[in-house]
Structure formats: C-alpha cells, structure tokens
C-alpha cells in the first residue's frame, strides 16, 4: 500500500479502507491497493474523515472552516461547504447524520446541532461540554440513530437520534478508535480492545509486540495496519 504516516483511518461498510496523513486521503481495498485519491491545497489540512456508508464520505477542514462532501471515487459532491457563512466560526467536530443531513458539534457553544446539506439547524441536542471532561472531540459518528462522540479525555458520549444525553463511558486509554454499529474497537499500547457500548462490556481481543497505527472491522473481519501493511486479526 502506499506509504504514509496515516493519521486518520476509517473503513466503510462495503469493503474499503479510507487513510489520511493530514494533507490527502486515499481509499484503498483490504489488500492496500489505492483505487481513488481526493486532495484539496486551497482548504489545507484535513482533520476529521467519516467514510463509513461508502457511497458517500466527509472531511472536515478545520482550518478553513470547510466540510467538503465526496462520492465512492472521493470526488466532490459540489462546493464545499462553508460553516462561517452560517455563523459556525468554531466546530469541533462534524460527521455525516441520517439521510443527507450532517451533525455539527459547535466549539464555541458545546451545542450538538443537526444541519441540512445547505447548513440549515434541523434539530438543536444537547451542549456536549456539560457531560464531557474535555472540549476537543477525537472522533464523532452517527450509529443506528444515536450520536457518538469521543472526547480527547477518553471519553465516550451517547446521545440519541435528537442529540439528547443518553450515556458516559470513561476509558483508562483510548486510540485510534473505530466505530460499528455495537462496538468501538481501539488501541491501548499493543493491545487491542472491544467496547460494546450497548451492554458497557470490554473484550481484549489482541496483544502484540508492534507498533498497531489503526484496526477497523470489515465484513465480519478485523483488520489491522501495523507497519503500513494491512493485517487480518483472527483471535
């Protein structure tokens, strides 16, 4: 697979892995092939990536304020979207919602916000910085019509499909998380862990002696980057 200091790594429902270093994102299949790229200098660095329904995929441009849509060859779905214009000018995190719509988390505020496509409020939730340790957000996404957020205290935020609290999950140490529809699969030094979030149950699936950079399930399957390669994990 190509070579690069991944720092993000997502993985969608149909079979294909999404990288990022911060300045471009790839999409490649489980044996590291790159089958589309997606760069855009103007808006600069990447910060956030939600590709997991695959036909459809976000990234967030901090930096400038932008979230830029893309389709399954990671070419744009029309103008980037500007959240100044709509007088978003702190976001902490965004990730794609049900249907078209899109979930905001304001950084100024801690206000969960349910946007149209044009950014247009649909639904107000709840000011995450009420239930949360910490204001900055590692990773949100939307599963089976309950929000998640992942805080930079380790922490793990539910709310509902109206961005109503719900639950709060503390971890000891959370990295490179990856999200289902049940599960969040993580790294904890070389080890890698299973949290159901709908029963509060924690698993050790895997301890090795290597660096592990990200794990994600694919199709039933667990799959590791470790050294740039792509790994199944059978355990």
Same mark, same amino acid.
């Given at each position: 697979m190509p070579q690069g200091n991944w720092q993000l790594v997502d993985a969608d429902v149909l079979g294909f892995v999404y990288l990022s270093d911060g300045v471009q994102l790839i999409k490649t299949d489980l044996q590291g092939n790159q089958v589309a790229n997606y760069q855009d200098s103007y808006h !600069?660095? @990447?910060?956030?990536i939600d590709c997991f329904k !695959?036909? +459809? %995929?976000?990234v967030f441009h901090k930096d400038a304020n932008a979230i830029v849509l893309l389709d399954n060859e990671l070419a744009p779905l029309g103008d980037p979207l500007d959240l100044s214009t709509k007088g978003f000018y702190d976001v902490s995190a965004t990730c794609l919602g049900p249907d078209d719509q899109i979930w905001i988390a304001d950084g100024q505020t801690g206000q969960l916000l349910l946007v149209s496509k044009n950014l247009e409020v649909l639904q107000k939730g709840a000011v995450y910085f009420n239930y949360a340790n910490a204001v900055e957000i590692e990773k949100m996404v939307w599963r089976n019509n309950m929000l998640l957020v992942l805080t930079r205290s380790d922490e793990l935020l539910l709310f509902d499909q109206f961005g109503t609290f719900s639950h709060k999950f503390s971890f000891n140490r959370i990295e490179k998380p990856y999200v289902n529809y049940k599960h969040v699969y993580y790294v904890d030094k070389q080890r890698v862990l299973k949290f159901n979030y709908t029963i509060n149950k924690t698993d050790t699936l895997f301890k090795g %002696? +290597?660096?592990i950079d990200a794990v994600w399930q694919s199709k039933n399957q667990l799959y590791l980057l470790e050294e740039n390669? @792509?790994?199944p994990l059978n355990y």
């Open positions: !600069g660095d @990447i910060q956030q !695959g036909l +459809k %995929n976000l %002696n +290597k660096t390669q @792509i790994e």
